[in-house]
């Protein structure tokens, strides 16, 4: 009853959406590019470290030059990189990928993750667990989706339980939905930042019309509490979409994005936010 009474408490929302709001777990936070807070992004060491931490896990993806899917998730190959190769991701093949390490940039320049290259997505779909989702964000055209599909044929971890996919291309959403129709897809929407203001790509109804134009399942929308309003929020719901919001790394945006009705919490830090909100409860319930 306190723990019920603790959630009452972070929720503040009316009883009835209380009811329905998910709450930060292991379930609904989803690890950004990996747990990339404690792993260079969108690397096995990434992606390995929210698996082995209970979470499930956001990673992109491109289609390189002769058919191989990787991990990456710029357009150009130079930020992770530290400049060693400028390309755009399509326009190298998987050898001169394989040979590129990723996990000496930054703050991770000499860490034990230097050398590290980026990823195949079959490699990505062996850590596929029940009770977690995989969200494979797609960066490419639709081009990329029979790769895809044949990679999924030739493995059986990831399944429509606990993988699903993301894109912000309408072409590409409706391409994995028509030659993957058992797997979720969710279209993925933001705005735009620019000289320190927010203004939206589109309206809320554009957005909306987006969404449904691209066929998908829900939308996984930038979480601006300005523009992600209870009434957005509900249009889609209202519509039959399902609502997943990302990037959110403090706690009091994580449960006010649940409050409004966001499914799933995409983060770079999923452990943290975790444990912040396990502490709450339990001071919550000691008061």
């Not at 850590?127 to 029979?146: F, N, Q, T």
């Amino acid at each position: 009853m306190k723990k019920l009474l603790a959630i009452f408490a972070l929720l503040t929302a009316n009883t009835a959406a209380l009811f329905a709001a998910a709450v930060p777990a292991y379930d609904t936070l989803i690890s950004h590019r990996g747990e990339s807070v404690d792993a260079p992004e969108n690397t096995l060491p990434a992606c390995k470290t929210a698996v082995a931490r209970g979470f499930g896990f956001e990673c992109d993806v491109y289609l390189s030059k002769d058919g191989r899917v990787f991990t990456f998730h710029d357009k150009t190959l130079t930020r992770t990189t530290g400049g060693a190769n400028t390309n755009k991701c399509g326009d190298v093949t998987w050898d001169e990928i394989s040979r590129l390490d990723v996990g000496g940039w930054g703050k991770w320049k000499g860490s034990k993750f230097e050398g590290t290259r980026p990823a195949l997505l079959e490699e990505i779909l062996e850590l596929a667990r029940d009770g977690r989702r995989i969200y494979v964000e797609v960066k490419s055209g639709p081009e990329i989706v029979p790769y895809i599909k044949d990679i999924f044929a030739k493995q059986s971890k990831a399944t429509n339980a606990n993988t699903l996919f993301i894109s912000g291309n309408s072409d590409t959403c409706r391409a994995l939905k028509e030659q993957m129709p058992d797997y979720k897809v969710y279209f993925v929407s933001y705005i735009r930042q620019k000289w320190g203001k927010t203004a939206p790509f589109w309206t809320h109804e554009e957005m909306l019309a987006r969404a449904l134009e691209s066929k998908a399942d829900g939308i996984d929308c930038y979480f601006d509490p300005d523009y992600v309003t209870d009434d957005f929020v509900k249009m889609f719901t209202n519509a039959g979409l399902e609502f997943h919001v990302w990037t959110v790394d403090d706690l009091n945006l994580a449960i006010e994005a649940f409050r409004r009705g966001a499914k799933t919490v995409t983060t770079n830090c999923a452990k943290k936010l975790l444990e912040e909100y396990e502490a709450r409860l339990k001071a919550a319930e000691e008061g």
